[in-house]
């Protein structure tokens, strides 16, 4: 197949030309660049040269030249290509938050502050959250040609953390949970500014858009849809990005109340370090995570004594959890590590195309995860 | 004056010796070190060289030779230099957590393995942190020579954001209250190991002791004392330290439940975007801080619009506070930013030194923060 | 067929390791350690998990189960295992620099202070560097089973950065040729230390073992070995390695004296900036690389404007090459930038295994560089 | 006096602002900024907050109200306000290159692209490295208001590697001159582009302008101006910067072809590790710099074992040089590092401020290096 990149010069674009560029069943690029047209890829790229070649063209000549579009673009300017897409019959990913939401276009507005430009395309569209959605995105896909609204990186990562508590009924009905993340620099994108300029933000941590990012609607709707299906009333969700002087990574920690069924009655008085009860209750809860994720390629629960870190995780599409409960035996502390290029963008993208075009999910997504 | 140091080569001790070097009422040095005895100090750490010089000698020649005498040693082996520097009659600041649980050594032993090695010391130590105890302190040292606990460092940084919430009523009584806080990796000493090791820890972020930190008792006991200041219930807290690749500060984001008459109802259903009303409840709560700080020399509310980082407070004995409401208006978020090894370690006890002996407060930490 | 890693718990070895893993031609692996026997592969790295598994054995088992084995071990402590592969007649690719010095023990003992335990095995042993050897390793591993000593990381820097000029006659003959090398952490091994400790090597740089770094005799001898072929006397070497905070990479930069035909005599007086004339001989120059390269499938000789830089080489076996001109036109500076964990280590170790096997000489080692 | 800053925003400026709010005879600061322009100095840089605060007025208001100004602004705009401070008599202290180059305006025109506008202002001007002009320096002040030419960051640490070796003959005469230095992100400036986007130059080592710079006219004056001092030819000189992941520091190494007096002949053959004959010689060399900074507050030649390291300078006005010689005697390998933005830069002319001003040199520049 002929896959097709739009926007392929900004880093999630780059990243997914890495990857189709290695993949089993992908056999030729076509690359487009509003910024770069008419220049080459490798020289935008020269850590390309010798691997991966080819002009950049106009958006519309990707679509007309391939069997799947991806779309890496700002939010609210690529519909057009979408309907292209579906006009056309082929699957088109798409990786800003324009199809996230499905009808709710409330959400998108509120918080986006556009509108929809073609609101029908939602009939043909779907948020691709394999963990959460697969069949959903199956079934649609057997009808004909879907769109992909890729998920959000932080919310790939704290929907991921949470899904197994809320749909088990761990999480305390309709308590706050809060999602404390962290994220390399490359979440911020190519295009320089102050807040990405190395003096600025290397040897320093600072969080950013506190109670006001863009992924809080994202993240708080795929909570709510999971504890739906445990049968759970909706948390409120307290979301915090945090920049961290690195290059790739999303870190969520996440504090889920757990329900009085799950909670370990802590001894009155001053905190104690936590003791073999709360070790056999999180053995539990751990057995809880491996259940849900059993057949989840991506997701690995990790052992005990293993904690999740960004660099276990770097190039990869894995997301990688563990689990804590905090020494008052109250909250269980979800950690959870995706790479924010891979499995929270591009690496997602390519596992939703593999899904829509029924090759393996996990084609062309096979890297071991270098340490460094 | 001359001002001793037991345990000069560690991190928290060359910094010591670097804020002493340059302190106006310090005439002289006389450091102390156990792994480089017999060495000089400028041979440690060539950077001190034309600058700061001098024999490494013995803890007890230590204390012999100084008018006050800092130790940073490792917990549950400075006792003795404590007791000598009582008989003597001079001040000890002890950078460990020796002397940071008062008459508690229950807690203490629970969660450092270590019983006291005179109780009685206890009778004139006091916990080092001028923003709860100056008084204490001062009162303290009217009476005699007196033995500082410097707190640790998240501590400091966790106290320091949550206290006026505490003390004026905002937090909910008996809240759960979330410190979730990155150090840099001078917080972890100067011993190599795996952990610290360049890249096993750059290009990553990680938690580590989830739940399990020592940190929990001190940071638990701050709480508590600060709440029933308030007149409230104490807190329970939950805290988990991040790693971060960089060299110094803390940061620390808390969650803080507000007490109901200080929460801003939501209306109902998905999350919107914060607006003018949550922005009105935030300058309150930052009228709180501000109030509550307005004469500390040492704690800066920021002003709107601008958030804790630590590399705004880099070298220098700030902490930087800034305040936030959670998009829900249910939870007030406190970031704290400090130097982890300025307020957090060095500079503090620096500024206890200067409280016993009846210096400026301020004396030898007028160091502005450099951005970089 | 099944592979050997001795030593697989080092960064060389687990380099190794992930990319076998991942290697077409390699079924199986049996992996060894000294530190962790007993233990198993993803215990040590849990980033493997789900992806790689195994116990590690002793280093006797691997030469056993295996139809080729590497040894990442420390200088010195490897030759029985070579040993062990002749007799059992399957290939010795080994990351020390045992056998980087073929008959020429002297310099081996001058450098590394040991004696070859056993020096017959040189008969069965070619220096690694392909674009240098890969006829003799041809010819040597159709007599039998080979012992590859695979160079050392600054040599193969330096050396794919030298060898045209020398080769081609740029260089002054018997001139004084200094390589600059700047090369990150990982370098450094895994073993945790001062030098390599976080704080002590983060935000800085500095040069180490200047004029007397081990790798000197291999780059020396290298260049004479180039140099003769293009029938010039043999030139000198300087070479400073520097320590700069990243994880992965080694940049050299190397100043070769051009000789007379190749200068371009500059007008008298103050430097002034380069200006047509020094472009087309630098083409010139670049053209000569690029013809001694064209078979080359890891040398990319980079187009006019591109720098040599370690992060378009990232995780690849690839060895960038820029070349310059000095603004007075005497002095060839050529940048090569290659992975020091790849090119310098692991991916030339395989690299080798895939001539020795007859295998395509680019299997297992087409990753697409990483910008980040 | 009243010290005035025109660009007070960029990281120069900023710099020297930090420095002279703590300057003991700088009773106020007057403070410029174009971009900034009707702001105020701690809403640019929040780290100043409770320290440094005040208005960002026009360049003529700078001069106007201060008794020594300070530019901090792009090359070729600020000698209209060298011309004002001339008229008013107040020293005027230039950190652009417009007057780095005396009446060679040639030099500056061939590499800066622009021609003075006052050249006669070159009579009031001086280059201002203490280290080389100092006498010049005191002895024009004497005869009025001086303005000083405040040398670039990477002139300053090959010139004071280099000076002993001209000035003493160890040189070998005409000698070509290699400076390879690497130099932390702050160097580039504040302002935000690709190069020094984080994810662009974090985890990585490049060289840029390859004998392109510059600095390199500056360099090789500086060269020339020593060498004739020691009565021997101007060397030429080759300068190679690289771009290291660190906010501050340059660190250089200089490779002096010394002269035949000076050299210990290596026996023939393959190179050997260095020997006592060789450490000899180097402790000759060290003398001779010793020798020649012996009187010099700011630059430290560092003891046999320890070698130039950026962290060892951090924040000070300090220049650390060690010396070395290559494993075949004949090339001096000078090692010198500075903080790119003290005497790089703020510091230096701080230091210049002093020496016009006739205040105690070291006034305002006594920080002790922080190794971290």
Request: glycine letters at 10%.
């Amino acid at each position: 197949m002929i896959a097709g990149v739009i926007g392929a010069t900004g880093y999630a674009g780059a990243e997914l030309v890495r990857l189709l560029a290695a993949h089993p069943q992908v056999s030729a690029l076509v690359l487009g660049s509003v910024s770069f047209e008419g220049d080459r890829i490798e020289n935008v790229y020269p850590n390309f040269l010798g691997k991966i070649s080819g002009p950049l063209v106009k958006p519309e000549e990707v679509a007309a030249g391939s069997d799947a579009v991806f779309a890496a673009l700002p939010h609210g300017v690529g519909e057009q290509y979408a309907k292209i897409c579906m006009e056309k019959g082929i699957p088109f990913i798409d990786l800003s938050a324009d199809f996230r939401f499905d009808e709710d276009e409330a959400a998108f507005t509120a918080w986006y502050g556009k509108t929809y430009v073609y609101p029908e395309l939602r009939r043909r569209s779907i948020y691709g959250l394999p963990e959460l959605n697969r069949k959903k995105i199956l079934e649609l896909a057997k009808q004909g040609p879907v769109i992909i609204g890729n998920p959000g990186c932080y919310p790939t990562g704290a929907s991921l953390g949470a899904f197994p508590a809320l749909a088990g009924g761990l999480a305390a009905p309709g308590a706050v949970i809060i999602v404390d993340s962290a994220s390399g620099v490359t979440g911020g994108g190519r295009e320089p500014s102050r807040s990405f300029h190395f003096p600025e933000c290397s040897d320093s941590v600072a969080p950013y858009k506190v109670a006001s990012h863009r992924h809080i609607p994202e993240i708080s709707r795929n909570f709510r849809v999971m504890a739906e299906q445990g049968g759970a009333s909706a948390p409120s969700v307290i979301f915090t990005p945090h920049l961290v002087p690195m290059n790739r990574g999303i870190l969520s920690t996440i504090y889920i109340p757990l329900s009085p069924s799950w909670q370990t009655p802590a001894a009155s008085g001053a905190p104690r370090p936590p003791g073999k009860e709360l070790e056999a209750k999180t053995a539990e809860i751990r057995k809880v995570y491996e259940d849900f994720y059993k057949n989840e390629p991506f997701v690995r629960v990790l052992p005990p004594g293993v904690c999740g870190a960004t660099n276990r995780v770097r190039q990869s599409n894995f997301c990688d959890i563990s689990v804590h409960i905090d020494q008052g035996g109250s909250t269980l502390i979800v950690v959870s590590a995706i790479d924010n290029m891979i499995k929270g963008a591009a690496g997602q993208a390519v596992q939703n195309m593999n899904i829509c075009m029924g090759f393996e999910e996990t084609a062309g997504l096979g890297a071991v995860p270098a340490l460094f």
